[in-house]
């Protein structure tokens, strides 16, 4: 057993037990990040103040939402809304963070691809952030079952249908997922589970290990420069701060977060506040209704993109793409074949690459949501093709990469 | 200055991308038609100018108004109970103390003659099919008919309330509430329902209005809708100018053209606020204050990263 001395302080009463200096020098002070970054990189802790925002706000709706078919709708739209102090601030809180966590979560992951943070060492950092983009989809898709309203229900249906797999028809894995035929009271408690415990549970859990990723390679800067950690902090500890490439996650990586995380909030609370529908869609203030189907159905606009490569093939070609476009930005630390782990703009053709896939996305994004007329049907179906062409040409166009 | 640019590239896909999965998908999926300020074009306008008095004794006499409706402030209670009413009518008509200063003259007057075009449920009620609308056309009490729709729509103005007394619950009970429920407000078609002490009267009266809905769903061909949460999803533009002409977003709907006063409108959309969003003058209170902190917030968040970075480079 350890030796322990009579404390002479809190702190040192602590410390013999918990070794806290140890883990603020590991965990923060002598944390060391490249100086040479951009807002960009603060992404992440933004990211982290939003799942924040959803965790507190959502433990205050829970307190008197009601997983039943019959209460739910009232429970949220009555209760919450309007009856309970300042309920309506928590609801449109937890739902505008859910969607705005999702702009953030794009942004993050185009910035790891820009500047090719998911190679060399960086690969478990990109997979536990995919994980945590499939998490979060998970997380968003049961949180918007709860409502009950018609959307709910409406796109409950069609996403589980999917799990039917088009001609294999297989009724009897929806039926597990549904726990009935028909979205009902089974199906509304299980996703009450998966949304307030299982998931939640799992999005901690692999923060903490996107977290622990990043501590040995590092996060990478916005030159791609390969640093000598241990050097430069050695340069950094011995006061010549400023021609030092690396600072301190805490204070100087932590202060230039927290200005950043200062805009962000103007943004998000004036989204809170004065411009909320975006994120609350219209139709979900309809209650549920089984025999009434709405004129249209849509996915959140986060989900549009892959809705829309799915939605203009025949039933099993568009099931096989959206199963392609689940999985793809898994592989990408992989089917980048290039070494260079530098910005897109000095990459040849990945540059084209990188921005193509951007500008791919949204117009997905875009036609996801209108109507499947023409032309709308006609660009989607070509932009589809286009994001399973581009994902193809990726290890081609990487294997000559000259390098950087 | 690398930085600014960077923001404004991420600003610029956002902003494009917001615009093209709000804004313009919107625009795409809906139809979307701007209100004409309650003019009701189509309608001839009143030519006469009407009397109060003489519109008094054709209301409770020749029109035979009274003979359905009720007129509380006149001293004429309804002349059935709601449920009965709208077993015989397929609605309870309602009562018309603040007809004067909820509908439209023009409109009220257009009812008078022919209800079933003003109300624009033509396409329901043919009369050459022997569907005859419940409420009877006026043909005239022997005198100068157009004189004396006027002089009726006259009376039915010097009765009703105007301005602030004419509450938004006032209006949204008359202009609507014969067919729609609210229930987050307790409102129901054949009133508020109180809270009971008994059980049996509680059942009594859920009965009641199970009674009246069913006639009204027969005669409408399907139950209108409760309303509470309208004003969320459907907004104040949607809803306005649904009642101005419900025609043109459902063709061929039940829902006649209630023929409000842009006034009316106004008063019935803020009585869907009260009910539906009722927190919005907070909301808007609080946003202001949240807004003033998260800028001192940030402030103070921009004047730390100048105190520790100026170490740095
Ligand atoms: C919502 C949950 C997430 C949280 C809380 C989170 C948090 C963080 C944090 C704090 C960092 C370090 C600072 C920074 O570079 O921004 C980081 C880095 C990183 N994250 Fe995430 N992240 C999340 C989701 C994702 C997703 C979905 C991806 C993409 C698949 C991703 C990929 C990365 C990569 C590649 C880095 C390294 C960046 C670099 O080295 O420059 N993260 N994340």
Partial sequence: MAHFTKATSLHDWLNQRLAVDTLRRVLATEYWIPKNINFLWAMGMVLAITFALLLVSGIFL?????????????????????????????RHVHGVAASVVFLIIYIHMFTGIYYGSYKKGREMIWISGMLLFVAFSAEAFSGYMLPW?????????????LFAGGSLHADGLVEWIRGDYVPAQAFLNRFFMLHVLLIPLAIIGLIGLH??????????????????????AAKYKAGDKRSSKVIAFVNDFMSKDM????????????????????????????????????????????????????????TNVGL????????????????????????????????????????????????????????????????????????????????????? | MKELFILVVVTVFTLVTYYLVEPFAHSQMHK????????????????????ATRGKDLVMGAGACTGCHGIKVAGMPAPMDAVTA??????????????????????????????????MVEHKFDPAKGQMHPMPQFYGAGGDMDQEVADMVAYLQSIAVKGEELTPKMTFELACGRCHAMHYEKWTQIGEKPAFKKKQDELAFDTQVLDYQDSLAKYMGTLPPDLSMYIRSRGAHYIETFVENPQNYLKGTAMPRVGVNAEAAEKVI???????????????????????????????????KKEVWKDLH
């Fill in chain 2, 32 to 51: 979307h038609y701007e209100s004409e300020g309650f003019a009701y074009a189509d309608l001839p306008a009143l030519t006469k100018k009407g009397d």
């Fill in chain 2, 86 to 119: 709208a077993a015989s009518y397929g609605v309870n008509p309602p009562d018309l103390s603040n007809a004067g200063s909820v509908y439209d003259a023009k409109f009220l007057g257009n009812l008078i003659k022919n209800p079933a075009h003003a109300l």
């Fill in chain 1, 320 to 404: 096989i793409a959206f199963a392609f476009a689940q999985v793809i930005f898994f592989l990408l630390p992989f089917l980048d074949r290039s070494p260079n782990a530098v910005p897109a703009s000095r990459r040849g053709l990945f540059k084209y690459w990188f921005w193509a896939m951007l500008i791919d996305m949204i117009i997905l994004t875009a036609m996801g949501k209108v109507p499947p007329v023409e032309p709308f049907g006609t660009i989607g179906f070509y932009a589809a093709l286009t994001f399973i062409g581009l994902w193809i040409a990726l290890p081609f166009i990487t294997m000559f990469e000259k390098k950087a």
């Fill in chain 1, 259 to 314: 200005m950043v995380v200062g805009i962000y909030l103007i943004f998000f609370f004036y989204l809170v506040f004065f411009h909320y529908d975006f994120a609350m869609d219209p139709v979900n203030f309809d209650p549920a209704n089984g025999l009434k189907t709405p004129t249209h159905i849509y996915p959140e606009w986060y989900f549009l993109w892959s809705y829309e490569i799915l939605r203009p093939f025949s």
């Fill in chain 2, 270 to 304: 803020e009585h869907l606020e009260d009910v539906g969003d009722s927190k919005r003058h907070e909301r808007e209170e609080v946003g202001k204050n949240v807004m003033i902190y998260i800028i001192i917030f940030a402030i103070f968040a921009l004047l730390w």
């Fill in chain 1, 211 to 232: 977290f622990g990723a990043l501590r040995i390679p590092h996060v990478n800067n916005q030159d791609g420069e390969e640093i000598d950690f241990e050097a430069e």
């Fill in chain 1, 149 to 161: 309203g018609q959307m709910s229900y409406w796109a409950g249906m069609v996403i589980t249908n």
């Fill in chain 1, 62 to 90: 829970l307190m008197y939402y009601q997983p039943n078919v019959d209460l739910a709708f009232d429970s949220v739209n009555y209760t919450i809304m309007q009856e309970v102090g300042y309920g309506w601030l928590w």
